[in-house]
């Protein structure tokens, strides 16, 4: 059974940084592609960034690019995401969340939405005051 654990959410003031991790189990190998998304009250999900199960492709949402990083260690089935300058905005409930990597181009693969990824974490909160 995949099981998908965030952590590293938490309270931060705008401007500054917080590093959220997300460690898989149940994987049967490290052939997931690995992804962050986001929802704020009241607004749909939002994919945040994405990441080839390699490591060596990477996706960001607009709004996201020259702040956020994404990273993994396959060999600790764990995926980051460094988030730097953050705004109020950047307010939500972040979700990880994992998905077979097939034969599809990476391109599109990372560019999923999120009803098509296969596995979720319960998300970790995070929020930046003004």
């Known amino acids: 059974q995949v099981q998908l654990l965030e952590s590293g959410g938490g309270l931060v003031q705008a401007g500054g940084s917080l590093r959220l991790s997300c460690a898989a189990s149940g994987l049967t190998d490290s052939r997931y592609d690995m992804g962050w998304f986001r929802q704020a009250p009241g607004k749909e999900r939002e994919i945040v960034a994405s990441?080839?199960?390699?490591?060596?492709?990477?996706y960001y949402a607009d709004s996201m690019k020259g702040r956020f990083v994404i990273s993994r260690d396959n060999a600790k089935n764990t995926v980051y995401l460094q988030m730097n300058s953050l705004k109020p905005e950047d307010t939500a409930v972040y979700y990880c969340a994992a998905d077979p990597a097939d034969a599809t181009f990476w391109y599109t693969r990372l560019r999923k939405s999120g009803y098509e990824w296969d596995y979720w974490g319960q998300g970790t909160q995070v929020t930046v005051s003004s």
């Open positions: 990441i080839s199960w390699r490591g060596g492709n990477t």
